[in-house]
């Protein structure tokens, strides 16, 4: 069945620094690839979203590129900032499914 | 505020208790979904309607869960006989149609069973 895999955090990091969550995935044929993020108390937000392969969705800042070759979506940002803290969670969305599989995320906390 | 809501944002309840919660979903969407998400893991899917048709329930969703969805307009989601390990937060999402399938979360209701 569809799988998504992400990196394990929390990931602590200071302002202005770069930041990278890893993402991969199992699926068949070829998914639809998403990030949401989740602040505390909140339901999920979408963050941005690529359909096919070499896609970038990008938002905010935040980037990834939808790699067939690897299986990969990883969320970039060039400076992170204290208010991107959050759960940041990794999703697909296998053709002719509703239903998304999401990843058990990453807490991501800047500090000052 | 045209997002999806969801009522109450926090529920503490007895075990053996029923709850019930609302999900408003945003007006033009015809697909409505429940999961369910405890600490540390990613939205779990528990059911999805397309209108008023409920088309999918998870094996997770057991006996003691059932949703409507009457008018194909806001959803409930109850739980009879509550038990500690229902504890969690219920997360409502709509889309709709013909747009990649996107969908828009509702800030979630918690759920303490104590």
């Known amino acids: 069945g569809d799988s998504v895999t992400q990196m394990e955090g929390p990931v602590t990091l200071s302002e202005e620094a770069f930041l990278t969550i890893n993402c991969t995935y199992t699926a068949t044929g070829y998914p639809s690839l998403f990030w949401y993020v989740q602040y505390p108390g909140e339901g999920l937000q979408l963050l941005l979203k690529a359909t096919k392969a070499d896609d970038k969705g990008s938002n905010k800042g935040f980037e990834a590129t939808y790699r067939k070759e690897t299986t990969s979506f990883h969320l970039e940002k060039g400076s992170v900032q204290v208010s991107d803290s959050a759960v940041y969670f990794c999703?697909?969305?296998?053709?002719?499914?509703?239903?998304?599989?999401f990843g058990r995320g990453t807490s991501l906390i800047v500090h000052p | 505020d045209t997002g999806v809501s969801q009522d109450p944002r926090h529920k503490i309840t007895k075990r053996g208790q029923n709850v019930t919660f609302r999900c408003d979903p945003i007006?033009?969407?015809?697909?409505l979904y429940w999961y369910r998400q405890t600490l540390g893991q990613g939205p779990e899917f528990l059911t999805y309607?397309?209108?008023?048709?409920?088309?999918?329930k998870s094996r997770l969703l057991s006996d003691r869960f059932s949703a409507e969805r009457p008018k194909g307009s806001f959803s409930t989601l109850e739980i009879q006989r509550t038990e500690q390990g229902d504890s969690a937060m219920y997360l409502c999402?709509?889309?709709?149609?013909?747009?990649?399938?996107?969908?828009?979360f509702g800030p979630g209701t918690r759920l303490t069973v104590l």
């Open positions: 007006s033009e969407h015809n697909r």
């Open positions: 999402a709509s889309s709709r149609t013909g747009l990649g399938n996107e969908q828009f």
């Open positions: 999703a697909l969305l296998s053709g002719g499914s509703y239903i998304p599989t």
């Open positions: 309607f397309q209108n008023e048709a409920q088309l999918e």
